[in-house]
């Protein structure tokens, strides 16, 4: 079964501590996201990546980093985190084929808190 | 630039009971669109897409009818279970690149 994990469910930090939310996929996807999901607010797509070591900037990028340095990994950083980054982060991947039909597989989430 | 807007919840029903949630969007080409569900503890996966005017999409009982006149895709369930609990998301890609645009999501509970 095609897996997307995201390394942890759960976690909380401090405000100001950097945060590493790891996300791997089985799948050799060429594209990787990461989204944060927000009541009322729906998936905002933070940062994606078409391919190694290449990163585009999403809707909502301020705040945060990425990091594709090998092709199953795709990782989000949170520099120097705040309370206003408590979310739901969702890591997701897609093939590379027609763009627009492909169909994006994503991980269970991993729900940040910063205190 | 591209949006979805669907109806906002939450949604209660009854067991065997008609869904509809509602997903408008908004985009310069022709997108493809989507309906993801998200059921409790679980990621996102998807529901049915439908890449062009007309296509109707289905799966396990659902569907959405991509309507570009009325630039719409709302998806439907004639007999809803107890197990159709879940967040419901429209999203729409558009052609250019593989990013999705996702709506605000809809909660629905359905009751024994």
């Known amino acids: 079964d095609v897996k997307v994990t995201q390394s942890s469910r759960y976690l909380v930090k401090r405000t100001g501590e950097k945060v590493f939310l790891e996300c791997v996929q089985d799948?050799?996807?060429?594209?990787m996201f990461w989204y944060r999901q927000d009541p009322g607010l729906g998936l905002r797509l933070i940062y994606f990546s078409y391919d190694v070591k290449m990163k585009e900037k999403g809707d909502i990028p301020e705040g945060y980093s990425v990091s594709r340095e090998k092709k199953e990994r795709f990782s989000l950083i949170l520099e120097s985190a705040s309370t206003n980054q408590t979310s739901m982060y969702l890591c997701?991947?897609?093939?590379?084929?027609?763009?627009?039909?492909?169909?994006?597989?994503f991980g269970a989430g991993s729900r940040l808190t910063v205190l | 630039g591209d949006s979805v807007t669907q109806m906002e919840g939450p949604v209660t029903l009854s067991e065997e009971a008609f869904l509809t949630i509602n997903c408008t969007y908004t985009?310069?080409?022709?997108?493809?669109l989507f309906w993801y569900v998200q059921y409790p503890g679980e990621g996102l996966q998807l529901l049915l897409k439908?890449?062009?005017?007309?296509d109707k999409g289905s799966n396990k009982g659902f569907e959405a009818t991509y309507r570009k006149e009325t630039t719409s895709f709302h998806l439907e369930k004639g007999s809803v279970q107890v197990s159709d609990s879940a967040v419901y998301f429209c999203a729409l890609s558009d052609r250019s690149d593989y990013k999705l645009s996702f709506g605000a999501g809809t909660t629905v509970t359905v009751r024994a």
């Open positions: 985009a310069t080409g022709y997108p493809s």
């Open positions: 799948m050799d996807h060429e594209n």
């Open positions: 439908a890449t062009k005017a007309d």
């Open positions: 997701a991947s897609s093939p590379t084929g027609e763009a627009g039909a492909n169909v994006l597989t």
